[in-house]
């Protein structure tokens, strides 16, 4: 008797779990969806039974390895509260609720509420949906020293270990003129300093700085989407990317940028306000239009290397994201 009983109730559970999805609507809110890593963005979230029962203890499945979702209730004060409410449904309802989401990865992924897990009445079982239309964001990524240390620009080698004169040297001149506090003693001319009395010094003139390539060979990850690993790896990459166009742009030093998107690009940085357009392009998230293109990226690569003249080419690989093989740099010939 309990058998059938359980195997008669088992189809009417399902059913009711069932209509119970499909009759629940989901609108999610954020005040933009371009938003920066790190940053707690405002979130609503409003759900609506739209069916002709009732919908019991719904739990919420929030995306929570990617980012930080919180919650407030209405005995809450504003702090939140990071566990997730039970959502209980009269036909008709509606609630909105209020909470706080920060981005802790830059990258194009799925925020808020992710699925859904609905019980029939009595809740002997279970199951759980994923949303028809999740919540996808660009979130920016973060301009930081990481490609300094990495690179090494004050004193960058190539793989011979060669130093390579990227920036704008002073280096002792043939004018001169009298010692100031603070000029380098390598540039004080001691014969015209004995001849004058007085300490001269030469003035400085700057060396022509190399030209420099970055060349970004991304993951193609349009099939990877909020893939946690992905995500990961390209928080990493973007911020490298960003910062190290950026180091030279806001020096004026112009710095030659190719990456995909869709197309490969060329472009030449060599400004603050170039940096930005390249920033808003990037920051959108690398991809192909073609699979192809991954190994004409890799062929630019070492085409550039082998034809560049007084160039130094870096290349990043955001496949090798924890490998030696993340970043190359080598001399042009």
């Known amino acids: 008797m309990c058998l059938f009983s359980v195997l008669f109730y088992l189809p009417i559970s399902a059913v009711y779990i069932l209509i119970s999805n499909h009759f629940f609507q989901v609108f999610q809110e954020l005040p933009s969806r371009r938003v920066m890593k790190n940053e707690e963005q405002p979130y609503r979230l409003t ?3 739209a069916g002709p029962f009732r919908i019991n203890d719904v739990q919420l499945q929030t995306e929570e390895e990617l980012t930080t979702t919180s919650f407030k209730s209405e005995d809450e004060s504003s702090s939140g509260n990071e566990k997730k409410p039970v959502i209980n449904l009269t036909p008709g309802e509606r609630v909105l ?26 809740e002997i079982y279970g199951a759980s949906f994923s949303i028809p239309e999740p919540y996808r964001v660009t979130v920016m990524p973060m301009i930081t020293d990481i490609a300094n240390s990495a690179l090494d620009f004050e004193n960058l080698k190539n793989s011979s270990r060669i130093k390579s004169i990227i ?3 002073p280096t002792p001149g043939n004018d001169m003129r009298p010692y100031r506090p603070g000029d380098p003693i390598k540039q004080i001319h001691w014969k015209a300093t004995a001849s004058a009395g007085e300490l001269i010094t030469r003035t400085p003139e700057v060396l022509d700085i190399k030209r420099i390539a970055l060349v970004l060979i991304a993951e193609n990850g349009i099939s990877q989407k909020n893939e946690p690993q992905f995500i990961k790896r390209r928080d990493y990459f973007l911020e490298f990317a960003v910062s190290a166009v950026y180091y030279h742009a806001q020096k004026g030093e112009s710095i030659h940028v ?14 603050l306000e170039s940096f930005s357009e390249f920033y808003e392009d990037i920051s959108k998230g690398p991809f192909y239009n073609r699979e192809s293109d991954i190994e004409k990226l890799e062929k630019q690569s070492e ?7 007084d160039g130094i080419i870096i290349t990043v690989r955001e496949s090798e994201y924890g490998t030696e093989h993340f970043l190359e740099i080598r001399n042009g010939n």
């Open 303 to 309: 085409s550039m290397a082998e034809n560049e003249q």
């Open 97 to 122: 609720i209020e909470g706080l989401i920060n981005c802790k990865y830059a990258g194009n992924y799925d925020v808020g509420l992710l699925r859904a897990m609905f019980f029939d009445p009595f």
């Open 258 to 271: 190719v990456y995909p998107r869709g197309e490969i690009k060329n472009i030449q940085v060599a400004s």
């Open 47 to 49: 759900i609506e039974n």
């Open 167 to 169: 920036l704008r040297e």
